[in-house]
């Protein structure tokens, strides 16, 4: 591994995962980065802003999952995410087209009313899932080493001209000019995705002014053609990363375990499921290779496995992921892909190529009943074989939506079980179970917590990571609402967030979640 690493290969690899959570083609984000680098050019803008404009589109939607819940509320939230972005949301009728043609088809008889109700209320919402997004991507840009420049606009990346819809963000010339280079560029590429240059245009040219930085839409419509020149719908990899302004920032090789924790609590946070679940995953699997006695290199390619093993469930609907019942046909494959999809985006960076295969192993098996390939045993190394015992193991000690959590001891029973019955690996199973010792979430009694919290304040940050409401948390401590409020003002303001999706995150980040309360 080279000393020094090309943050952007890094940051093209996150924009994949986002790409995935949107459900748009590959690469469209390195195309909204191509773009952004192009028209900032035209403009005459110093190279260092540039930079910060193209790692601006990179990240432009790695907030994305810190708004999952209110999203599902309308369906399928990969499926709303791709349409919703697309709308002026000053434009109610466009919303209601929209939300009507692409979104209504989605909701079964049992979801009907819930999703109408949140259509009903959507203006409403739009600024608190926005805030929840911005949040939760400016930490994550910070994790990833953007730069402050990216991370502040990060912050109103979403953000009108004209101030219209969004409350507590700047607008006009107040907005950083790389969030509305950027903007623009998306909305821009989005429509000529869809239909070329000529609807690219349309759309920049009915939004001037309102949505769009005016002098910058005059720009885009006086050079769309070179702007958008040779985008034919080939991969745009190599193209993009050498129109990276220069100087390149470099980062150490350290800083791709950081990289790799930051996109694992990225797809950890779509659920209160699975908060803290990789962290954690990561843990056993590393303490597991030092059992097994692998090499250094093995170990921290493994760890870095793990660590992205779960990308791929940004494909799969949240619903799907909450349904109690049997998965129908359709939902079944999504799930079995899921693995796939982890090997796919980790595997077009050559660091992250050994990780990737290792990760798209994690659900195999070694009698080739696993999925997504039903590989036979011998083409299973032991690292995968490893992650996938270690991944079984940490998946029956959590809850999930169609079954409650395991305990440590019947855990190990059905691990031991699975080796007995030829579907793990005997030699691995017994490595992940000697790493788990006294198997269970670890307890943190009298501990010192991250940002000065108590122990209350923790008891607190993790219900809410989970998903609950002020009212289920106070009935959950014995404690009034109003406590629980102050509890959460009191934790944000710590922490410095301003939502509750930023401040799970912080829980994630922090290691707070898979723990026992003090």
Sequence with gaps: MPADIRLAGLLATVSLASDL????????????????????????????????AYYLALLYHVGCTGAVAQQS???????VRHWLSEVDFAKPQEVAQVSMTRLARQWGPADWARAM???????????????????????????????????????????????RIFQDVPSGDALPRIARLVHLVHVAQSYARLGGRSAADAVVRSRRGSELDPVLAELWLANSADVLRGDAGESVWDEALEAEPQPHRMVARGH?????????????????????????????????????????????????????????????????????????????????????????????????????????????????????????????????????????????LEERAWRPAMSAAKAAAELREEAARGRLDKRAVEAVLSAAGQPGPRHRAGASW???????????????????????????LFVSEATVHTHVINIYGKTSVRTRAGATLFAIENDLIQISPA
């Excluded at 509320?73 to 499926?79: F, H, P, S, T, V």
């Excluded at 080493?145 to 979403?158: E, H, I, K, N, P």
């Excluded at 696993?370 to 590989?375: A, E, N, P, S, T």
């Design 117 to 163: 109700g949140t259509f009903m209320t959507l203006g409403k919402s739009v600024d608190e899932v926005f805030a929840n997004l911005a949040d939760v991507a400016a930490r994550l840009s910070t994790r990833l080493g953007a730069g402050a420049g990216v991370t502040d606009s990060l912050r109103c990346a979403y953000a009108r001209w004209d101030g």
């Design 73 to 79: 509320r309308l369906g399928d939230d990969i499926a």
């Design 450 to 476: 991250p940002a000065g919290l108590t122990d209350r304040e923790v008891d607190v940050l993790r219900l809410v990571a989970k998903g609950h409401s002020n009212r289920e948390i106070a009935k959950a």
């Design 256 to 396: 791709l375990d950081e990289v790799g924790r930051a996109l694992a609590d990225f797809v950890d946070l779509r659920t209160p499921y699975t908060r803290g679940h990789t962290q954690a995953l990561t843990r056993l699997a590393e303490a597991a290779a030092g059992e097994a006695g692998l090499p250094r290199d093995e170990i921290d390619t493994l760890r870095r496995a793990a660590q992205v093993h779960d990308l791929g469930n940004l494909s799969v609907p949240l619903q799907v992921w909450l349904k109690r019942g049997p998965l129908n046909p359709a939902e079944r494959e999504r799930v079995r892909m899921h693995p796939y999809h982890s090997q796919r985006i980790v595997g077009v960076t050559p660091l992250l190529r050994p990780p990737g295969e290792i990760a798209g192993l994690h659900h195999e098996r070694v009698d080739g009943s696993g999925y997504h390939r039903g590989v036979p045993a011998a083409a299973i190394p032991f690292t995968s074989r490893l992650l996938m015992a270690a991944e079984a193991y940490q998946s029956m």
């Design 21 to 52: 959570a949107h459900d748009v083609p590959p690469e469209s984000a390195l195309r909204d980065a191509l773009l952004s680098a192009r028209l900032g050019r035209l403009a005459g803008w110093p190279d260092a802003e540039l930079s910060d």
